[in-house]
């Protein structure tokens, strides 16, 4: 078994939110990639710039080749900052930041810390996105972190979000909603965004009726929109929108054989999350070995989640299926009820079992 991963590092993603949102520091989610990968499994540090599926292979940046028996592809999405002109310019000269990106984390809390009046635009990124939901949580704790220091009156807080409701999921919106009125926060709807102006200190709304321009922003949170790696284009089809063609049960590719894909980047047809990602873990690795003695393949039902804190202390989970159904994990306790409890399992117990326990397959 090879892992092919160009990075030095391996990053607990989930815990980049409370970066932003002053909750944690970026020691706590960053480990070595060497300690992280697996004993039995071979790391090439290279990034796989082809697959050469007829020869069973899959370039490197070095020019090197890589056989295989089975091709597992899951290079997650890239941030896309061309696809929103202005933005790179933003965030270099530090009037937009955000916690999505590892290399902007801190730069939200530091600009967070700062702002004692004004207006500021959170965003939720369209799809596809890594977990585009828990967007709402450097602004949940952001806004409680102003509450609790008196200044939140002062400052005029907008959310853009590319659903006709907060999150296009009925069950979770109506729980949330009450949150973004307590906290006096400006939602605009079916909107993205479509540019930025650090000089002008306005950002740019797209919507179904045309451009909707904001002024007077004096801090942009903007998440970038995300794309498919291009090399994967020759594993992509028409109707997957450059993600990896497979079917969204099994994982195995629809034409090449051998080749299966899961996380971000795989057409699974349900909004990408490390849970929907966790659950598919499983499936794949059991079809691996079925593929390989020609039993029948076992199915992904789907399963999804976005954890939102919804102040600096409770959080809810919002669990659902490809048609945004509920799909509770539990029928014991109410999960989509914000609590203390999964606030501190959020961010104290998942890092530590993602690390001690689930990168070591042993949940
Ligand atoms: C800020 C943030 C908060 C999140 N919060 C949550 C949460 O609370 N709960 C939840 O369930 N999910 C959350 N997610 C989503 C979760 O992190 C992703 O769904 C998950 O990381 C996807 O895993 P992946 O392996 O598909 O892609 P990635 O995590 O992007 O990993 C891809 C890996 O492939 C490597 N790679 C890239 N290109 C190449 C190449 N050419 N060759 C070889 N290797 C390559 C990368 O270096 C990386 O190591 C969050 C995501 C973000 C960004």
């Known amino acids: 078994m090879a892992v092919i991963a160009p990075d030095p590092v391996h990053r607990y993603r989930p815990l980049l939110n409370y970066v932003g949102g002053g909750q944690a520091s970026m020691s706590r989610l ?70 999505h990106l590892s290399s902007r984390a801190e730069d939200t809390w530091t600009a967070i810390k700062r702002m004692t009046r004004g207006r500021v635009v959170f965003t939720i990124p369209p799809e596809p996105a890594p ?42 919106d109506r729980q949330v909603e009450p949150h973004l009125q307590r906290f006096g926060i400006t939602v605009h709807h079916d909107a993205t965004v479509g540019a930025l102006d650090h000089q002008a200190r306005t950002v ?62 795989a057409h699974v047809r349900t909004r990408p999350s490390g849970g929907a990602l966790r659950s598919q873990v499983e499936v794949l690795a059991d079809n691996i070995r079925r593929g390989r003695t020609g039993e029948s393949l ?21 669990e659902f299926d490809r048609t945004g159904t509920p799909q509770p994990t539990t029928s014991l306790i109410d999960l989509t009820v914000p609590r203390r409890l999964l606030w501190a399992f959020d961010r104290y117990v998942e890092p530590v079992v993602y690390f001690r326990a689930l990168l070591k397959g042993r949940v």
Do not use: N
């Open 298 to 318: 076992r199915h992904y039902d789907g399963y999804t989640i976005i954890p939102i804190t919804v102040d600096r202390r409770r959080l809810l989970l919002a």
């Open 131 to 172: 977990c585009c939901g828990t967007a709402l949580k450097p602004l949940f704790l952001t806004c409680d972190h102003w509450r609790r220091e008196g200044v939140l009156e002062e400052i005029d807080v907008r959310l853009v979000t590319p659903y006709s409701s907060l999150l296009g999921l009925g069950f979770a």
């Open 204 to 265: 740019t709304l797209s919507t179904p009726d045309g451009e909707q321009v904001l002024d007077g922003v004096d801090q942009a949170f903007v998440v970038p929109h995300y794309r498919p790696p291009d090399w994967l284009a020759p594993l992509a089809s028409d109707d997957t929108g450059g993600l990896v063609d497979i079917d969204p049960g099994t994982l195995a590719h629809h034409s090449l054989p051998r080749v299966w894909s899961l996380g971000d980047v």
């Open 30 to 99: 960053t480990r070595s990639m060497a300690a992280v990968i697996p004993s039995g499994c071979t790391w090439l540090p290279h990034r796989a710039v082809a697959v050469h599926a007829d020869e069973r292979e899959v370039e490197l940046d070095t020019g090197e080749r890589v056989g295989y028996g089975d091709l597992v592809v899951a290079p997650g999405l890239e941030p896309d900052l061309a696809a929103t002109p202005g933005l790179a310019e933003a965030m270099e000269a530090g009037w937009s930041a955000t916690a």
